[in-house]
């Protein structure tokens, strides 16, 4: 366990709004009683609590009347309207307090695994798997395990795991005070919505700041713009990182390592480059500064030894507070040993034993298109979510771990949730999947564009097919042109028919060539060419992967995902 730090001096009262400034300072500087006391005195309102829970599920019942959803984000935004306290209302009602998880990327798996192993410590384990990881979802969340009176059910007696957006983390924190939070990276990823690394750091150590000094935090040891946040925590602090050799891209033979996106190349301290002793993927490895000497904490929990017994199990060796332990990750790639390796970390935190580790991680499934596996026909499809280029990166690097050719659909969208600016995708490493597929199908809003960049990797058009959401302008025109000349001369030859009279019918070109359009023709083209027995992996963006498994459960393939053990 590392010790803790001396204080440092809190400089976030000049950023916060007015009305957290004096929570804030207060509770950077209070023991753990004196915060749990300052909680409990400020002003409450059961009645209005109640309202707002009312008002929150009745407005979720209606949602799901209509058909217009899971009737899940929906409930907090309205709770929040009549009662904007009502996440802080019932938060202080948890027993055993709250759990983070934030990053760029494993928030939902670390949260799946955490939540395994809590439960079977014997633990009631809420989520917000069923909301969004916004300031609405974690509201969700919360109203929809509260009573009619305003207060939680069960007396609160649970501890909830909450999956927080990079961003909205600052707000969040403000409202649930946790236990833990744990930091699992710090990716390039929607820079229309949160602009580059360097941004989201800067917010994050403005949050830290204001945290109570009895929570802990989990930091990723192999991500400098991660660990550099123990550097400014006066509280405990516990890394988390990889120490298997075998795994170093520096030292292997194959292209991987020349095709890694860096995200974060300086030293915090001195503006130095970071030189890289190993390198897993990334910026994510084992550095150093060579100016003033900054590099990688020694990680209290690390991975020693991995193996790979297939494509989804991944057997690996920890060693903590000087024992070693085994155990199976039932997931593909080098990722999940990542958030394997978080969800260990916070666990040995909250006094969990090692059975209930070693049992939580290796009977844990796949979850909401983190390689989901679903069995259509004899064919099997594997969901794996990609939304920035690391990501996408690493997920080819899974797929192609067994060097053989694969079924492939890439979905890439452009709405909000994934954000508007595809410019990520050149650099994806697209070259890795030249020769190596069987078929390729292209599709979701951007589909042109993901085509571009895939004829730009060396990959001729006639070795995909090309499904965008709906016909281009001048196709439209086209198909309405020849449309309309063919109804005026169907009507022309009634006319010549009746009368007897000659009439010249206009000349028509060749019709359009029909094409296929949406994710529901993709998916099933994509299906259609996929053997029996072989399993089609499909690549979407977020958005790509709601309307996916929107047509899944449309098709009664999947439940609808709001549908949990613990939602």
């Known amino acids: 366990m590392r010790k803790q730090r001396p204080s440092q001096p809190s400089s976030s009262a000049e950023l916060q709004a007015d009305e957290s400034k004096m929570a804030s300072q207060s509770l950077t500087t209070a023991s753990k009683k004196a915060t749990r006391t300052l909680r409990s005195q400020r002003q409450r309102n059961p009645v209005r609590a109640g309202l707002a829970v009312i008002a929150g599920r009745m407005a979720g019942a209606l949602s799901r009347r209509l058909h217009l959803g899971g009737g899940t984000s929906i ?5 929040q309207r009549v009662y904007p306290e009502i996440v802080e209302h019932l938060a202080t009602e948890l027993k055993y307090g709250s759990v983070m998880v934030t ?12 939540a395994a192993i809590l439960r079977d410590d014997g633990l009631r384990v809420w989520r917000n798997r069923e909301g969004s990881n916004l300031m609405g979802g974690v509201a969700s969340s919360l109203v929809i395990r509260a009573q009619l009176d305003g207060h939680l059910r069960r007396s609160g007696k649970a501890i909830s795991i909450l999956e927080v957006d990079e961003a909205a983390l600052p707000q969040i924190i403000r409202s649930v005070l946790p236990r833990t939070i744990v930091f699992t990276n710090l990716f390039r990823d929607q820079l229309d ?15 830290i700041t204001n945290l109570p000094p009895d929570t802990t935090l989990v930091l990723n040891a192999d991500d400098p713009t991660i660990a550099q946040l123990g550097d400014l925590f006066t509280g405990k ?10 795994l170093d891209l520096l030292t292997q033979p ?44 020694q990680p209290d929990i690390r991975v020693t030894h991995v193996q790979m017994d297939s494509f989804d199990r991944l057997r690996i060796q920890v060693t903590a507070n000087d024992q070693q332990h085994e155990l199976t990750i039932p997931l593909p790639g080098l990722y999940n040993i990542y958030n394997a390796l978080a969800a260990i970390t916070v666990s040995l935190t909250l006094q969990s034993s090692w059975e209930a580790i070693v049992l939580g991680i290796e009977q844990s499934k796949p979850v909401f298109g983190r390689g989901e596996r679903l069995q259509v026909d ?15 990166n690493e997920v080819l690097r899974t797929v192609y771990s067994e060097d053989v050719p694969r079924y492939l659909l890439f979905v890439l969208n452009d709405n909000i949730a994934d954000g508007q600016d595809i410019s990520w995708i050149w650099d994806v490493d697209f070259e890795r999947i030249i020769g190596r597929t069987s078929t ?14 895939l004829k730009y990797a060396g990959i001729n058009e006639k070795d995909m097919i090309i499904i965008p959401p709906a016909p281009l302008r001048t196709e439209r025109k086209k198909i309405s042109t020849y449309t309309r000349l063919r109804s005026r001369n169907q009507l022309q030859r009634k006319e010549k028919g009746r009368d007897g009279q000659d009439s010249h019918a206009i000349s028509l070109s060749e019709p359009p060539t029909q094409r296929n359009y949406g994710i529901k023709n993709a998916l099933t083209s994509a299906l259609a060419q996929t053997p029996v027995g072989e399993t089609l992996f499909v690549v979407p963006t977020y958005t790509g992967l709601l309307e996916l498994h929107q047509e899944l459960e449309q098709r009664g393939l999947t439940p609808h995902y709001w549908e949990g053990r613990d939602a």
């Open 237 to 246: 602090v516990l890394y988390y990182g990889i120490d298997d050799p075998s």
């Open 103 to 114: 990053g760029t990327n494993g928030k939902t798996t670390t949260s799946s695994f955490i």
């Open 254 to 297: 194959d292209t991987t390592a020349r095709h890694q996106v860096i995200d974060a190349r300086t030293c915090p301290i001195c503006g130095h480059e970071y030189v890289y002793d190993a390198q897993f993927y990334s910026h994510m490895g084992h550095y150093h500064c060579p100016n003033c000497g900054h590099s990688r904490p």
């Open 75 to 79: 409930v907090g935004v309205v709770a």
């Open 440 to 453: 390729l199908i292209v599709a979701g809003t951007r589909a042109l564009d993901l085509a571009v960049r």
């Open 378 to 392: 004899d064919k099997t499809i594997r969901l794996l979510l990609a939304k920035n280029p690391t990501g996408f």
């Open 193 to 207: 919505r949160y602009g580059e690394v360097n941004s989201i750091v800067a917010l994050w150590k403005q949050a």
